[in-house]
């Protein structure tokens, strides 16, 4: 009989461990792609963003930084960094993505 009460709670429980699983399966696969992926290419555009947010009544800008890329085998690539690496790029610096990092760097 207890099992029958306990039933809603324990199903509820063991759908949303398999939601959170799910959810940190994906996030730990994009990092995989991320980390991975190699190329080397030329900065062709930088993106600044900015959007209006309202938290509770207080106004507010977020702000996001994009650098875009064309590989050298013709693939656009779009990166979002802080604003410190973004001041960093002009357009037309070559750049390398190595298998293992987060961000591309500087080549000559």
Do not use: C
């Not at 900015?50 to 013709?74: A, N, P, Q, R």
């Amino acid at each position: 009989m207890a099992f029958l009460f306990f039933l809603p709670m324990i199903l509820f429980f063991v759908f949303f461990a398999l939601l959170v699983i799910g959810f940190l399966a994906l996030v730990l696969k994009l990092v995989k792609k991320g980390r991975d992926s190699f190329w080397i290419g030329v900065l062709m555009d930088k993106q600044h963003n900015v959007k209006d947010v309202d938290d509770d009544g207080v106004h507010k800008k977020e702000h996001y930084y994009s650098l875009i890329f064309k590989t050298d085998d013709e693939k656009r690539i779009t990166v979002g960094v802080a604003p410190q690496i973004y001041n960093q790029w002009q357009a037309g610096d070559r750049a390398e993505k190595k298998k293992g990092e987060f961000w591309p760097k500087k080549i000559e």
